[in-house]
């Protein structure tokens, strides 16, 4: 699948002169990025992008630097229905798993494996 479209971040100010290195979520790892794999998280929203950032604390923003970015890329995965999970073997369940517990307990969380099938894929 081809994306063309404008997406967000809100990156945390510390990682501003290097915005989309990835290397922030590579430090221990994130939902969907095994630790030492630079991921860039992007929202189709701005709002998105906001409650992304704030981690659901509705009425806690900390500073961040909010930028747009104009992305044309080919070799998409569509994980968004049930038929994109279906051909990728990617259960919703994974998806949505508690990564940060998992990780706070030392395990590999479960989103990580999604990683581990479609990387080779490109």
Not at 9 to 38: C, E, L, M, Q
Not at 67 to 75: A, F, L, N, P, T
């Amino acid at each position: 699948m081809r994306f063309v479209g404008t997406c967000y971040r809100a990156h945390d100010p510390r990682w501003a002169f290097k915005p989309t290195s990835g290397d922030g979520a590579a430090i221990r790892g994130a939902r969907f990025n095994p630790k030492g794999v630079p991921a860039l998280y992007l929202a189709l929203t701005v709002m998105t992008a906001v409650k992304e950032a704030n981690q659901g604390f509705a009425h806690r923003i900390d500073p961040c630097v909010l930028c747009s970015y104009e992305v044309d890329c080919g070799d998409i995965t569509d994980l968004t229905t049930e038929q994109g999970r279906g051909e990728s073997s990617v259960t919703f369940e994974d998806m949505a798993c508690a990564w940060a517990t998992a990780l706070s307990g030392g395990e590999r969380p479960a989103s990580w494996f999604i990683y581990d099938r479609l990387r080779p894929q490109g």
